[in-house]
């Protein structure tokens, strides 16, 4: 199209846009693809399409890449970033209120049409999209809230009966009859400098995208308390295929949003797989432990299945795992000269399973002085490194202090 539109016919293109408007935004954007001869994408604020007459088009959402100045009629050159493609696109803002509602985005190839060809069509187009960007987001809004309130209900076990969750999960394409595990990530404390929302955000997209041809629908994930929650399906048989496929999915969404700013901060928690939905609380809760365990423990990826003894200790009364902490290391703890050494040496000797070689090793100590140095201890506790009790008293005072950060004062 090299010529500024006819009058005539540029008329015939805006009644066609009005009655075809009536139908709906699918219906809307043909006839404006129609009219400018080139494939037209309508989305949303945050990248998702709403509607395109792309036919190759292979994600249901998008980020804008690189961006020109704007040309005329506040129209703008930009990338468009799919998953699999990148296209050249002409856009404008579809605004209401001075809030962004969308974008609409017209796909050329090699060269760029003048906005000016197309006359008043995209004008006209614009303020009816306008209106059709409203009620979807009303929509939008409304079932939000709606998703937001079964969340809570079912992470805070206020739901008491199985056959409930299913038949409100059916609402949003949900299969509760199948057996499901809660994940959580959680990236940044929230901020006005932090970048953890859109991290949080870009990992819900690419979790999405993962989980959504396995489930049939958008999958069960929201936003919650500053973390991204995921109701996971886990149809396999065995509890180790079950985690497999969990870690795989979570695995994936990680090296998904690496290139976001601050990804090696987000970090996830995974609880049990439950049969029943009216559990999944349980499963909330476990991996908001599994989080702050594995956080702890500077792991990304934590499932609180594998927490051990560690879950066991996390959760105990903190007063009362001090009172034991002192009772086992009381000795050390009281030392003035040679505790940090002594004490050291006891952790690595009990992180090396009580091997002499393997901690003489990492201490670079000989193991006739490490003998003697173990002597000390054992003289100091008045316990015997030999006896099963003492191993698990010695094991579980160090994961103590890890877990609650005790220091090595009595």
Known sequence: MSDRLPMEYENDNLIRLLRASEHGIDALTLALSDALGYSVIVSAHDGEVVSSTLVDADAGSFSVGKTMPPL??????STLSFPHSKKEALGWSICFEG???GHCFVVYGEDAP???EFGGVV???LSLLTTHLQRIAEVRREKRRMKDAFFYDLLYGNIKKSEEVVSMGELWGWDFRLPHAVCVLAGPEADPLSSGDRLLDAANKALSRRLAPGCGAAPATTVF???LVAVIPAPAAKRTEQRLAIEGLLQDCLLSVSGEADAHLLKC???QVYREPNDLFRSYQEAKVALEIGSLQ???LAFFGEMGLDRILYKHDVEDLREYFCYVLGPLLDLEDDKEDLIGILEC????EFSVNATSASTFLHRNTLRYKLAKIESMLDRSFADMDTRLDLVAAFKIRRLHGFDNEG
Do not use: I, S, W
């Not at 005329?72 to 050159?77: A, I, P, S, T, V």
């Not at 000797?349 to 090396?352: D, Q, Y």
């Open 298 to 300: 500077g792991r990304r």
């Open 349 to 352: 000797f009990v992180e090396n």
């Open 123 to 125: 004008g006209v187009a």
């Open 72 to 77: 005329d009629d506040g129209c703008f050159q």
């Open 99 to 101: 809030r962004t509602l």
């Open 225 to 227: 308390q500053n973390m």
């Open 269 to 271: 928690g995974v609880g």
């Open 114 to 116: 003048e906005p000016a």
